[in-house]
């Protein structure tokens, strides 16, 4: 064996070291934090095995309004039981949650990076932030309902315009979180110190970035929950001609019909958004636990 | 102060002058009797808003409802929802805020995010569940102008208790959980520590130093709610069909109706506007000392 191996092997296993004492220090002391990565995890895996572990075929038809498999008359074949024409109901809502998961990280993003741009340029220029501000301030004397009935009855059945509408909506509390979290860290004595050595804008906001890190997840998993909900029930009013599309607001409305001889159809799609939200915000929770404790 | 009112003021203005030219638009680029010329159809639709801004009559969506006995409804449950949360919210947040039992306090963290995470649709069926009072029925039937005129036979308990009681959950848990971040962070600083030493009095500290810096900072974050609030109340009026803006706009998306759709949005957001301007002003001359950090916002 060569130096230069024993070299790489004794950096790969403090590696591992450090790897294992974060998880220890992080994830596994933090109830919060290991229940919402361990779950987000789990739905991350069944987001992208669910076509290997389920033959979702909804042209497959079997006997209708069957009940859910622990009911009297259940088939185990149909887990939830099948709708009113004969599809499976637990596929239907692996589709529509695979859908609204989709939908909502796009919203999500999309406005992680308008809100990051805004933020940039308002924290650049000055006449800027005067412009973005009352930009923002339209936007939130505009109610989310409103603007998605504007945009749908001007743009017809697009699915995108309704959700730039909705997360629009949301972003200017969001942009607002972030520039309050900013602006405090920007006013602390460290920065100021730093400020004094000359050290440029960028290097400035690396020193505070690892400060900001908790506090814009927060934000950012209170824009995903926000966007989450009012996804699920602007799909449930059927508002934005959005018919053709699997989601599960719109599974919610369907599946009413069947709620007094089966109300797990329903029940089912308003827990997969119930369980979702739970489990993102106890990371959220775990974060500001585990920030919480690094302050002393 | 009045530096800073005129100037809230002004932006108010901005904003719904820019949001008139927006709706004149919406309603302009759909209307087929444009016999006026563009600026004149402007000067006529700002005069028509201005004069009367909660007249209807020119929607034809409903001839004999008026905005004022569509907007009035849906403003008193926002008002009873604000009322509730900030009576509920604040002490709570407060408490929780000072509270220093670990155990105690993640275990209301958790029941929040329970609530939190709630779709409207699942409070309102579980509920249903809970005291058989909703008829479920009801969400079912996509013809909401002929639901529209049946609201008069639901009773008036089904009408005010149980939507107040699903839109007060959200809010209040917002407050409690902006509240009492507020008092965490105000508490672990040095002039609360001082004052504790110099004042042996908690409640004094509290009432003297935790409160004005907490205060205005909540009502200031949980002012960029209030578009939220009036979402939530919209969406409730149609769940359980009760008499508001919230039906009232579903009816005008389903009979595609621009002009009903625009007075909507101009009211709205007067509503919005005026609301937000009063909760900036109100801080401004309760706490004085925050102006200057409000003025960078």
Excluded at chain 1, 34 to 61: H, Q, V
Excluded at chain 2, 70 to 89: D, E, K, N, T, Y
Aim: aromatic share 14%; charged share 10%.
């Amino acid at each position: 064996m060569r130096p230069t191996d024993v070299i790489n092997m004794t950096n790969a296993h403090s590696i591992f070291t450090d790897m294992n004492h974060w998880f220890r220090k992080h994830l596994h002391q933090n109830l919060f934090m290991a229940i919402g990565i361990y779950g987000i995890l789990s739905i991350i895996t069944l987001y992208f095995c669910t076509e290997w572990l389920f033959d979702m075929n909804l042209s497959t038809i079997s006997n209708a309004n069957l009940p859910p498999s622990w009911y009297e008359n259940g088939v185990v074949s149909h887990f939830l039981g099948t709708d009113a024409k004969g599809h499976d109901i637990f596929y239907i809502l692996l589709l529509s949650y695979k859908s609204t998961l989709l939908l909502t990280l796009r919203t999500t993003f999309y406005m992680m990076l308008i809100g990051a741009i805004f933020n940039y340029f308002a924290y650049r220029f000055k006449i800027i932030h005067v412009i973005i501000n009352l930009f923002l301030s339209v936007f939130i004397v505009i109610t989310p309902l409103l603007s998605v009935i504007v945009l749908s009855l001007l743009l017809g059945d697009n699915l995108s315009s309704m959700l730039i509408a909705i997360g629009v909506a949301y972003l200017p509390a969001f942009i607002n979180n972030i520039e309050r979290s900013v602006h405090s860290e920007f006013n602390k004595k460290y920065i100021l110190a730093d400020r004094l050595d000359g050290v440029s804008g960028f290097h400035l906001f690396i020193s505070a970035a690892p400060n900001l890190v908790s506090n814009y997840f927060m934000q950012l998993v209170a824009l995903f929950s926000q966007i989450l909900l009012a996804i699920t029930v602007i799909t449930f009013f059927n508002f934005g001609f959005i018919t053709h599309h699997p989601d599960l607001g719109a599974m919610m409305r369907t599946m009413l019909i069947l709620y007094s001889s089966n109300p797990w159809a329903t029940l089912s799609a308003c827990f997969c958004v119930m369980f979702t939200l739970i489990l993102i915000n106890f990371i959220s929770l775990g974060l500001q636990l585990n920030s919480r404790q690094e302050r002393g | 102060m009045l530096s800073f009112i005129a100037k809230k003021i002004l932006t108010v203005v901005i904003i719904l002058a820019i949001i008139i030219l927006l709706c004149f638009m919406l309603n302009y680029t759909h209307q087929t009797d444009n016999q006026l010329g563009l600026f004149h159809e402007l000067a006529h639709y700002c005069s028509t808003i201005l004069s009367n801004p909660l007249d209807l009559n020119h929607t034809y969506i409903l001839p004999d409802e008026t905005l004022k006995s569509v907007l009035l409804p849906s403003a008193m449950r926002f008002f009873i929802v604000i009322i509730l949360s900030i009576l509920i919210g604040f002490p709570a947040g407060i408490y929780f805020g000072l509270l220093n039992k670990p155990i105690l306090n993640n275990g209301i963290k958790v029941i929040c995010v329970i609530f939190y995470s709630c779709p409207i649709v699942l409070l309102s069926l579980l509920l249903n569940n809970l005291f058989h009072s909703i008829d479920i029925e009801l969400l079912n039937q996509p013809f909401v102008l002929e639901r529209y005129t049946e609201h008069h036979t639901f009773s008036a308990k089904i009408e005010f208790n149980v939507p107040i009681f699903i839109l007060v959950v959200l809010p209040c848990i917002i407050t409690i959980q902006t509240v009492s971040k507020n008092v965490e962070s105000v508490i672990r600083q040095n002039f609360i520590k001082i004052s504790l030493i110099k004042n042996p009095s908690k409640f004094n500290v509290i009432m003297k130093h935790v409160l004005p810096n907490v205060i205005p900072t909540s009502m200031n974050q949980l002012l960029y709610h209030s578009s939220n609030l009036l979402f939530s109340v919209m969406m409730v009026e149609i769940l359980f069909n009760i008499h508001g803006l919230g039906l009232f706009s579903y009816a005008a998306f389903i009979n595609s109706n621009y002009s009903a759709i625009s007075s909507m949005i101009v009211m709205t957001s007067f509503f919005l506007s005026f609301f937000w301007l009063i909760g900036q002003c109100l801080i401004a001359i309760l706490y004085p000392f925050t102006l200057k950090t409000n003025a960078s916002y």
